[in-house]
């Protein structure tokens, strides 16, 4: 598995715990040192079955500054993976791709469903 995170994060912390309590292994990759490319983002979204506002961190300052909330909606979705690819701190976290499937966000019940 690779779990995609930006290492200061407190829900990726949360997420890395519970990977670990759980014994699972997994590859560590630093979203904001090896931000994801576009065709991976766009691999990622296709897998994923969600919509792609969910790969947006909505609650990040990059998000808030760049007016996305009102700009997102008139964009075309491959200007979106674009301007996602140019910084991984845009990109929702952690997400965790486990071979056949793409957790975005960390939501316990959901990542126990999927991985236990």
């Known amino acids: 598995m690779l779990f995609v995170c930006y290492p200061k994060c407190s829900t990726c ?4 715990a519970w990977l670990d309590t759980h014994g699972l292994s997994y590859q560590v ?3 904001k040192t090896q931000n994801p490319s576009q065709e991976e983002l766009r691999r990622w979204h296709s897998e994923s ?3 792609l506002k969910r790969f947006f961190n909505t609650s990040g300052q990059q998000y808030r500054g760049l007016e996305l909330k009102d700009k997102l909606p008139q964009m075309t979705e491959d200007q979106q993976l674009a301007l996602l690819a140019t910084d991984g701190m845009l990109v929702k976290r952690p997400i965790l791709l486990t071979g056949s499937k793409v957790l975005v966000g960390f939501k316990e019940a959901e990542w126990e469903a999927t991985l236990l």
Do not use: N
């Open 29 to 31: 990759r630093d979203i």
């Open 13 to 16: 912390k949360k997420a890395q």
């Open 49 to 51: 079955g969600l919509p």
